[in-house]
């Protein structure tokens, strides 16, 4: 089993930054890909950014340029860097953890963008 939590979500204004951090424990060794997913009210949920054991990083086309995925292993951590913000990234972020046996799920953290 593996347990995430989010945390870093908060109300800015258009243009600003935020920085989102994912905890994991448990058996966070076995984690493959961590990423980062959203779901703005009356949407699906979409992916943000995912990263790789070895670093290798996918960004949504409507956040390249602007965010910015790290992975610490050794702290079993994930950073989603968040610039320039826009009120269409309004939305629940919540961070997904990859195993060979399957994914898991953290409880969302809240990010509002006023204009």
């Known amino acids: 089993q593996v347990q995430l939590v989010e945390s870093g979500g908060d109300l800015v204004q258009a243009g600003g930054s935020l920085t989102l951090a994912c905890a994991a424990s448990?058996?966070?060794?076995?984690?493959?890909?961590m990423g980062w997913y959203r779901q703005a009210p009356g949407k699906q949920r979409e992916l943000v950014a995912m990263i790789t054991r070895d670093s290798t990083t996918t960004y949504a086309d409507s956040v390249k340029g602007r965010f910015a995925i790290s992975r610490d292993n050794a702290k079993n951590t994930v950073v989603l860097q968040m610039n320039s913000l826009k009120p269409e990234d309004t939305a629940v972020y919540y961070c997904k953890a990859i195993t060979i046996q399957r994914a898991y799920w953290g409880r969302g953290t809240q990010v509002t963008v006023s204009s």
């Open positions: 448990g058996s966070s060794f076995n984690i493959n890909v």
